[in-house]
């Protein structure tokens, strides 16, 4: 079509083809939202069987060193979410650094902020977080995932009322005279 009035010099043809094509790739737009948005929604709940499975992966492997990338994940997620181990803090029992360690203490990001001598020791619980990570990851990542649902929601509803409008300038168009030169191809004075 666009190819035909471009040869024939009618620009209502090219017109026409642009909007096509334009109206193509908004409702692949749209349809890219949706199938994100329903996806989203489908696989929050399978969120925590794969949380559950990563973080028994890395517990298993924090040896306790600074450079080690999961003993500092362990670490940073333990004191930015106010939480010690898997379940509750019981849960480093048993880890290889647990055993490995004999000092029947948590790593020191386990002590709560107010504790100012905690050591980490399983002897004093009080000064341990007692919730644990995972609960507090999943709430957290299916938190994430429903402002992302709800983004791609609105800007799905905000490109919907945009097509809606398009469609009722182009069709109220016909009826305006102002558009009438542009369609029988007179020119202006």
């Given at each position: 079509m666009g190819q035909c009035g471009i040869t024939s010099s009618k620009t209502v043809l090219v017109f026409l083809n642009l909007i096509f094509w334009f109206v193509i790739i908004l409702l692949l737009v749209f349809v890219t939202e949706v199938v994100v948005v329903v996806l989203g929604y489908v696989y929050r709940a399978k969120v925590?069987?794969?949380?559950?499975?990563?973080?028994?992966?890395?517990?298993k492997t924090y040896n306790g060193t600074n450079p080690d990338a999961a003993s500092r994940a362990i670490d940073y997620v333990q004191?930015?979410?106010?939480c010690c181990g898997i379940h509750n803090y019981s849960d480093w029992e048993n880890t290889d650094w647990f055993k490995e360690t004999k000092n029947q203490s948590v790593p020191l990001s386990c002590c709560r902020e107010t504790a100012r001598s905690?050591?980490?020791?399983?002897?004093?619980?009080?000064?341990?977080?007692?919730?644990?990570?995972?609960?507090?990851?999943?709430?957290?990542?299916?938190?994430?995932?429903?402002?992302?649902?709800?983004?791609?929601?609105?800007?799905?509803?905000i490109?919907?009322?945009?097509?809606?409008c398009a469609c009722i300038v182009?069709?109220?168009r016909?009826?305006?005279?102002?558009?009438?030169?542009?369609?029988?191809?007179?020119?202006?004075?």
């Open positions: 925590e069987n794969e949380v559950d499975r990563s973080i028994q992966k890395v517990y004191r930015q979410l106010h905690c050591n980490g020791s399983l002897a004093q619980p009080a000064d341990l977080y007692a919730e644990g990570c995972e609960a507090l990851v999943v709430k957290k990542l299916q938190e994430i995932m429903m402002h992302v649902i709800w983004a791609a929601l609105a800007f799905a509803a490109q919907l009322l945009g097509m809606l182009l069709c109220r016909s009826r305006d005279p102002a558009y009438e030169l542009l369609i029988t191809g007179g020119t202006y004075a």
